[in-house]
C-alpha cells in the first residue's frame, strides 16, 4: 500500500524514465509532483517510510542530510560524499550492481 514520489523537476535524460514509469505494472503508484514547496518536502521526509537517494555523484549529500534531519530512513548509494554525509545512520548499496 506504498507509494513512490520522485519529487522534484525532471532531470538530464529523463525520457527513458518516464517510458518505464509508463510501462509499469506500478505506475499507478507513482507519484511526480514535479517542484516542491520547503513545506511539501518536510512534510514528504516526515511522513516516508524510506528516503532513496540514488545519486551517481554527490558534491556534499545535503538531500540525505535533510532526510535524516526530519527522522526519514535513508538509503542511498555508496559512492562519492555520500557514506561522509550519511555516516552509520544510513543504509547503503552498491550503485554498479
Known sequence: NLKLILAG?????????????NDSVYKDDIIMPGYISN????FLYENTKCFVYPSLYEGFGLPVLEAMANKALVVTSNNSSLPEAGGDAAFYYDRSI
Open 9 to 21: 523537476g525532471l532531470g538530464w535524460k529523463y525520457n527513458d524514465i518516464l517510458r518505464e514509469i
Open 39 to 42: 513545506e511539501e518536502k518536510k
